[in-house]
């Protein structure tokens, strides 16, 4: 398994960006599919994005698609959520996640945390209006 620790969470605006990092230790990164999942106060934890091992392929929940964007950098063990057109309802703490790289095709028909092995310690994000 790989270690994550995720950034860049913090206060914004409706209507602003951030932009969410989560680092990753080991060497079998690259070989990981990514997730990003979310967790308001008294919500379930909600599946928000993934991207394939190599990159080439990412997924999206309805509520984001198209206002958030996830990559990765593989050389630099790192992968990103591009966050724009933030809405009060897009906050809470957010998770990336892993699971091995032939799990991504599944994990985008299930979005399901409990298929994700992998946990960051979440990142908060606060959406005034």
């Known amino acids: 398994q790989v270690q994550l620790v995720e950034s860049g969470g913090g206060l914004v605006q409706a209507g602003g960006s951030l932009r969410l990092s989560c680092a990753a230790s080991?060497?079998?990164?690259?070989?990981?599919?990514m997730g990003w999942f979310r967790q308001a106060p008294g919500k379930e934890r909600e599946f928000v994005a993934a991207?394939?091992?190599?990159?080439?392929?990412?997924f999206y929940a309805v509520s984001v698609k198209g206002r958030f964007t996830t990559s990765r950098d593989n050389a630099k063990n790192t992968v990103y959520l591009q966050m724009n057109g933030l809405k009060p309802e897009d906050a809470g703490a957010y998770y990336c996640?892993?699971?091995?790289?032939?799990?991504?095709?599944?994990?985008?028909?299930?979005?399901?945390?409990?298929?994700?092995?992998?946990w960051g310690q979440g990142t908060q994000v606060t959406v005034s209006s």
């Open positions: 080991g060497r079998t990164f690259s070989s990981y599919a």
């Open positions: 991207i394939s091992w190599t990159g080439g392929d990412a």
């Open positions: 996640a892993g699971t091995s790289g032939g799990n991504y095709g599944y994990v985008c028909y299930s979005m399901e945390s409990t298929d994700f092995a992998s």
